[in-house]
């Protein structure tokens, strides 16, 4: 937990007079008459890392405590993010400050739409997905955005998703439009492949056997195959068919 404070401080350094009044009295108004549903969403505090209010949802999607998400803030929420999710969200979170302070005017900054994903665990102690939306409130003199209206759909328990990140901004003429997206699963996946297997990843999706590869790139066949078994375990992929599958739907990162 003390890395995700350290990188997340690092992320949101900023000015710590902040003002959220009126934007949290006006959501604590509406909260009374939205329906109970598999959404809810908080009012979200990067510069004291807390959360300046709940909604009443909180307990229905994930039974778990509204007051302990309260008191125990964004340390709290964090000690629920699975382990395999946790480097991958903040690179998330780098990212999108990182583009958001290199690539977008001031304007732009406030009409920004930020999404992400990653899985939590909910009371019964299962791994539930979480797709959050953040819209930002409030800026510090920096135009560094510290005060979010964050909004979080929950999906079924043990769906895992590959981790991505996304920008979208609110145009002149009212319609969002994708200005940043990544894919940081895939990314980070792709990194421990070498050129080799990347040339052998292409060749099977398509069809080609392990003879026709070993042709075709001029090596072996007991080479091919020990490059699929790697390729296999790296991925931590169970057979070349959820290997095929998985790229079929991903082609454009291979």
Known sequence: MTNINTVYKEIFSSYPNIEVKEHIKKLIELDSYYPYNTTFFCITNTVNQNFEYVSKNFTACTGLSRDEMVQGGMNFFWS????????LWLECLKDLMVFTMNNLSDEQRKRMSYTWNYRIKNAKGKYISIIQNTTPLQFDN?????IGLAHYTVLNEDLKMDICASAKYLN?????????????????LLDVISNRERDIIRLLLLQKTS??????????????????????????????????NYFKNNRNLI
């Open 142 to 146: 920096q135009n560094k955005p510290i």
């Open 80 to 87: 629920l993010f699975h382990p395999e999710d946790i480097n």
């Open 211 to 244: 003879i026709e590869i070993s042709e075709s790139l001029h090596i072996s066949k007991h080479t091919v195959d020990t490059h699929r078994r790697n390729i296999l375990k790296k991925l931590q992929m169970s057979s070349t068919f959820e290997l095929e």
């Open 172 to 188: 002149q003429n009212n319609e969002y439009e994708t200005l940043y997206y990544k894919n940081i699963s895939s990314q980070n």
